[in-house]
């Protein structure tokens, strides 16, 4: 457990001796990371960026979206206001 432990990020908060599971939450969640970039394919893959942007617009007042389209490629990119929220749209969606 000892070499664990030496062997742990500053970041990790590691106080279980018996399932070393424990850890800060800040080393987990990092306030910055408030943006989510999901990628689509195939021939519906423009209505289903687009339906995944309104899921989030709804769900969220100050999320901003994007969608980027490049060869057989979309990509939606989500900017929330909070990572906290990415988190639960992640959740949500199953993503």
């Avoid at 062997?7 to 424990?22: E, H, K, P």
């Avoid at 850890?23 to 306030?31: F, M, P, T, W, Y």
């Avoid at 943006?35 to 960026?49: I, K, P, R, W, Y």
Wanted: overall charge negative; proline content about 0%; aromatic content about 6%.
């Amino acid at each position: 457990m000892k070499n664990i432990k030496n062997a742990q990020s500053d970041l990790v908060n590691d106080t279980c001796s018996d399932c070393g599971s424990y850890a800060d939450i800040g080393a987990v969640i990092d306030e910055h990371d408030t943006q989510l970039v999901v990628s689509f394919t195939g021939d519906a893959a423009q209505a289903e960026a687009e339906a995944m942007s309104e899921k989030a617009k709804k769900r969220f007042d100050e999320i901003k979206t994007e969608i980027k389209s490049e060869n057989s490629e979309v990509t939606l990119l989500l900017n929330f206001a909070f990572s906290a929220e990415k988190m639960i749209f992640q959740l949500e969606n199953g993503i």
